[in-house]
């Protein structure tokens, strides 16, 4: 396989339900990023991980929270969400952490019920 | 507070025409501008990039222009194609420790009719 994989590609949950989104990329590289897509909203950045170290976190709530093994696995842990988090969730990697040329996967599609 | 805006939520093209789609930014610190596209099911991928030292960078049938005064930014595909058709997202971002963090518009949803 090659590039950024997500799974799963979509995801239904309800608010009290414990999930985790997984994230693998097979480039070699050493940065990778969470983003979020809401409906009718721009990409948001969530958090950014450098060689495993977090570097970043967008003023997230702490029902996500975001876990990097390695500088190729990156895993969102999801608990206790709201309805309003339903959206696109987004992992994307890049060579280097200030190289803006990101590489992003096909996405999760959360619904939370 | 939207940082970089696609105020043309589609655009619709005929086979062979130019598509011009825009990008205004409010944020002056904004140095390196991307452009990015998505096919539905996909994640978005990149497709061509401009620095603020530059006005112009073309890439085979696409061209971005910077126009710094006006803070605006447009992407020109010449000459459009059906598999053209994708949403294109305009990014941003500021240098030194923006860790390449994006800012990016709503996009805009560009349709090529045959």
């Known amino acids: 396989e090659t590039g950024v994989t997500q799974t799963p590609r979509h995801l239904v949950m309800g608010m009290t339900n414990k999930k985790s989104l997984k994230c693998e990329q097979h480039l070699g590289h050493n940065a990778m990023y969470w983003y979020k897509q809401s409906a009718k909203k721009p990409l948001e950045l969530m958090f950014v991980y450098s060689l495993e170290e977090r570097v970043e976190n967008n003023s997230v709530p702490s029902r996500f929270s975001p876990e990097c093994p390695n500088s190729s696995h990156l895993f969102l842990h999801l608990h206790t969400l709201q309805p309003e988090d339903s959206a696109l969730y987004l992992c994307?990697?890049?060579?280097?952490?200030?190289?803006?040329?990101?590489?992003f996967g096909s996405g999760t599609q959360l619904s939370v019920l | 507070d939207q940082q970089v805006k696609q105020n043309s939520p589609s655009l619709s093209v005929q086979e062979g025409r130019i598509s011009i789609l825009n990008c205004d930014y409010t944020n002056s610190m904004f140095d390196y501008f991307l452009w990015y596209k998505k096919y539905p099911a996909e994640g978005p991928t990149f497709l061509i990039s401009i620095s603020s030292i530059k006005d112009k960078n073309e890439d085979g049938r696409f061209t971005v222009f910077l126009n710094k005064s006006a803070k605006h930014l447009s992407l020109h595909i010449v000459p459009s194609q059906p598999g053209d058709s994708a949403v294109y997202f305009c990014?941003?971002?500021?240098?030194?420790?923006?860790?390449?963090?994006?800012?990016f518009g709503q996009g805009t949803i560009l349709t090529v009719h045959p």
């Open positions: 990014a941003a971002t500021a240098g030194g420790t923006s860790y390449g963090k994006l800012t």
């Open positions: 994307a990697s890049s060579q280097v952490l200030k190289n803006e040329k990101l590489f």
